[in-house]
């Protein structure tokens, strides 16, 4: 008898949904139902050999019954075969389980679903109340375009993944560029992308990153502001693991490579040069001067140019487009077309003047991250018009447009390109130099103004001034150098602004005064004889050289010097060695 009960007495598993422990033979039925939301109360039979199994002590949080009175356990009832009625769903893909979750309101309550029925559409979605019944709020209408607008910048949400959407650069990776065709084979070398700030440099490595994912490439960016050196070798760790063991190509993009110091970017080199890791760096200052030389030899330097205006209108359309905001023609805004028609093709409510874009793209000069999150700024603030209710919305969304004063307001001021301690720098103070020297007077107060309004110290302009009034005036002017360093001294006495048009008037005169670089040449050819000369420099003549002393006299310190103003006559005598004798620097000749 004890091994016939030992026999029917059947192991116990325990279900991996509601966590019950069932006889084996019925565990698969009880997972289907319960799966499907039918069987998660169900128990063993009473009559099972081995008596109940003891419920799980483990608390679980249940949703309301589907019935909506009454306790649970007064529902159940045992159905033939020991099965049981239907059991509490979870709500496993409920939102809003906390405490913080928002009950439905009473008149609007769901309807009541049998088990496996799916929840209806409309329901996915919370409605705005003010609708009403079938009602579908615009698919970019005023709030929605809001939440477009939230969080992270329009310039990041609307960066291009494929370079056929890349724009502004084609002589770097146009059609029948090489490496256009290099990226497009996902064959990506080593690269230093250098240009101006917003001209497209992280959109590129960007693309680069979605076509070398898709291929199996790692891709690892990191930030020059913010890495460490440890962090670099730790990344070139795991790519000689992914080489080794997987045969994976890593690709190390660094953005503002040039914020590295030199002996950090070394620590790139043997890595580059095996092919560990293919390095892209990021950089708005010239390479030449900020990238090792040795790195420099083992990438590929892509100059990016700043964006032209049509690309800048090219971009900004695109991204009018994508908010699904119309762009009004000069003829439609002074007719003033906005009727219900319009409002058809302007998904969102909201217009924008062709010259608000024409004139955004002009004053962003070249950054296209400027152009969009003035763009950015210019909607949101027209957005704070509108009206909460959104059944005013349609109405008055419409007569909404964007204007060139909007965008101007925006921005508040042109935005220039200037960095004081960058190429920009010297280019802007070439540019002055060399329209002095031209006598250009406008060109030379545009440099100047450049410099002055994009933060440059006054008293650097100065000195170099200064330096000018000697090296391109000189002699052609001598009171030009006098009125250079009166510029300096009052800049430095009052200083900015006041004393931007001391400067004004400094550059002015020197694009008006004849021109003269006799001594500057001179000097120059002096200094050339100098370099040039082989051997020991000439010893001074003796009758040039002071005698203080009997001694020194004794030896023929001065001997045979004639004192100029002892003479009536002039006085023929020799100054320069004797290796010397006949030359003329100012003429670049012997005699």
Known sequence: MEQTAAAGEEPLVSCPVCARELPAPSINAHLDRCLQGEGGDERPPEGGGGGLPQPCKKKRRLSKSPEGNGSSSSRREEEPGGSLSPPPVFPLFQKGRGSGARAPPPAAASPVRGPGEEKPRGEEVEKDPGLGPGASSPALGGQNLASKLEGTPLADKLRPDTLGDYMGQDRAVGEQTLLRSLLEAHDVPSLILWGPPGCGKTTLAHIIAKGSKKKGTRFVTLSATSAKTSDVREVISQAQNEKRLFKRKTILFIDEIHRFNKSQQDTFLPHVECGTVTLIGATTENPSFQVNSALLSRCRVIVLEKLSVEAMEAILTRALQSLGIRILSPEERRAGSMNGSDSKTSESGMCIEKTAVSTLAYLCDGDAR??????????????????????????????????????????????????????????????????????????????????????????????????????????????????????????????????????????????????????????????????????????????????????????????????????????????????????????????
């Not at 307001?409 to 042109?414: I, K």
């Not at 000018?468 to 602004?497: K, N, R, W």
């Open 370 to 591: 400027t152009g969009l999150n003035g763009l950015q700024m210019a909607v949101q603030a027209q957005l704070t018009q509108l009206p909460h209710q959104s059944n005013k919305l349609s109405s008055s969304a419409n007569r909404i447009v964007i204007t060139e004063d909007h965008v101007k307001e925006g921005l508040q001021r042109s935005h220039i390109l200037y960095d004081r301690a960058g190429e920009e720098h010297y280019n802007c103070i070439s540019a002055l130099h060399k329209s002095m020297r031209g006598s250009d007077e406008n060109a030379s107060l545009y440099w100047l103004a450049r410099m002055l309004e994009g933060g440059e110290d006054p008293l650097y302009v100065a000195r170099r001034l200064v330096r000018f009034a000697s090296e391109d005036i000189g002699l052609a002017d001598p009171l030009a150098l006098t009125q250079a360093v009166a510029a300096y001294q009052g800049c430095h006495f009052i200083g900015m602004p006041e004393c931007e048009v001391l400067l004004a008037q400094c550059v002015t005169y020197f694009a008006r005064a004849p021109k003269s670089i006799e001594v500057y040449s001179a000097y120059s050819n002096v200094k050339t004889c100098l370099r040039n000369h082989e051997g020991p420099l000439p010893p001074v003549p003796l009758h040039l050289r002071n005698a203080p002393t009997r001694l020194m006299k004794d030896i023929g310190y001065g001997k045979g010097y004639k004192y100029n103003p002892m003479y009536k006559e002039p006085v023929d005598q020799e100054y320069l060695p004797k290796e010397l004798k006949g030359v003329d620097f100012f003429k670049e000749r012997r005699m």
